[in-house]
């Protein structure tokens, strides 16, 4: 799982860079044809990462209930972020990571209730959730490669 690991670091580092990069307003911008816009898919990620590990596995999870409501599955960018919520997504890209690769490492994942994803893949452990959060992760950072296209147009 060390690989695994690694890569979901080095993508949430790029997430990281686009927060720092991007101005408030461009990381709020939703254009015209996408549901959502830089923030949301980096918050998303962050919130179903929780979600498939975490909470299918039982176990607290470290974001907040404010947080799942608003970037789970079937949600969409309802308002402006400030800078405040960007600096707490920031912090939480690395260090959920960080604690899941210790949690995992540790043993704390003992069992999983089955879910079955998008892909209609059925994940059966949190083994399977953290190897399958890296496809889900690429995939919003398509998205975001996609909306980055728009600002430097």
Do not use: C
């Not at 892909?119 to 399977?128: E, G, N, P, R, V």
């Amino acid at each position: 799982m060390d690989f695994t690991f690694d890569v979901t670091l080095k993508n949430r580092a790029i997430f990281k860079q686009f927060l720092e990069t991007f101005t408030l307003e461009q990381l709020n911008k939703v254009p015209n044809g996408y549901s959502n816009n830089i923030f949301w898919n980096i918050a998303h990620t962050v919130v179903t990462q929780q979600l498939l590990v975490y909470k299918f596995s039982g176990l607290p999870m470290v974001v907040s209930d404010a947080l799942v409501e608003a970037y789970r599955k079937g949600t969409k960018t309802e308002r402006a972020v400030s800078q405040a919520e960007v600096d707490e997504i920031k912090d939480l890209l690395i260090s959920t990571i960080e604690k899941t690769e210790e949690d995992y490492k540790n043993g704390v994942f003992k069992s999983y209730q089955e879910y079955t994803v998008s892909t209609k893949s059925t994940l059966k452990s949190a083994a399977d959730a953290i190897v399958f959060n890296n496809f889900h992760e690429g995939i919003h950072l398509g998205y975001i490669l996609a909306l980055k296209k728009i600002f430097s147009s």
